[in-house]
């Protein structure tokens, strides 16, 4: 059964950073796509970043460019996302999503003084 | 980046009743190699998002048969033939074609 279980979330400061992480299960992690979406409160889906299998392409939003980093470690099976410079508009659920199929069950990141 | 234009926003039908919800793109979905990646996601209540169909009509793992998609290039439409009080929820449809990827703005589906 594939899992994704991320964590890492919680209440940040503005301008404040974070790691999320998501520790992957059930498939062979190295051989997959990954992504990291996220969706504010109340409101849709927004693809924020991904990474390829081998770890070498990685794609940002450019509304969190320059501020976020991916990373996969496949040894690991786990993926992660270095917030740095959070605003208040970045307050959102974070899911780790296996290439388009499987979704995590999110992390909150909430971003307040 | 690409635009994903759903219809309706929100759609209230009676069990049984089909349910059908439209996504346009402002570009082209079909890719250079011969596929189309639009994909559909129900997001119910409490729950994070599931795939439903990808590539616009093949339907995911332990997906019902009474959801169907269907279009090319710019225009799909996903279909509930009988719609089961399982089915509430939020429907999106994806675009994986075009960086960013991006979304529909969503549809909400509820029971009458």
């Known amino acids: 059964e594939v899992q994704l279980v991320e964590s890492g979330g919680g209440l940040v400061q503005p301008g404040g950073s974070l790691r999320l992480s998501c520790s992957a299960s059930?498939?062979?992690?190295?051989?997959?796509?990954m992504n990291w979406v996220r969706q504010a409160p109340g409101k849709g889906l927004e693809w924020v970043s991904s990474i390829s299998s081998g770890g070498s392409a990685k794609n940002y939003a450019d509304s969190v460019k320059g501020r976020f980093t991916i990373a996969r470690d496949n040894a690991k099976n786990a993926l992660y996302l270095q917030v740095n410079g959070l605003r208040a508009e970045d307050t959102a659920v974070y899911y780790c999503?296996?290439?388009?199929?499987?979704w995590g069950q999110g992390t909150l990141v909430t971003v307040s003084s | 980046e690409t635009v994903m234009t759903q219809t309706p926003l929100s759609l209230s039908v009676t069990p049984g009743q089909p349910a059908s919800i439209s996504c346009k793109s402002s570009q082209s979905l079909l890719y250079s190699d011969g596929k189309t990646y639009l994909y559909w996601y129900v997001q119910k209540p409490g729950q994070s998002p599931q795939l439903l169909m990808y590539?616009?009509?093949s339907r995911f793992s332990g997906v019902p048969d009474r959801f169907s998609g269907s279009g090319s290039g710019t225009d799909f439409t996903l279909k509930i033939s009988r719609v089961e009080a399982e089915d509430v929820g939020i429907y999106y449809c994806m675009q994986g074609v075009h960086l960013p990827r991006t979304f529909g703005q969503g549809t909400k589906v509820e029971i009458k």
């Open positions: 590539e616009v009509s």
């Open positions: 059930g498939f062979t992690f190295r051989q997959y796509d």
């Open positions: 999503v296996r290439n388009v199929d499987y």
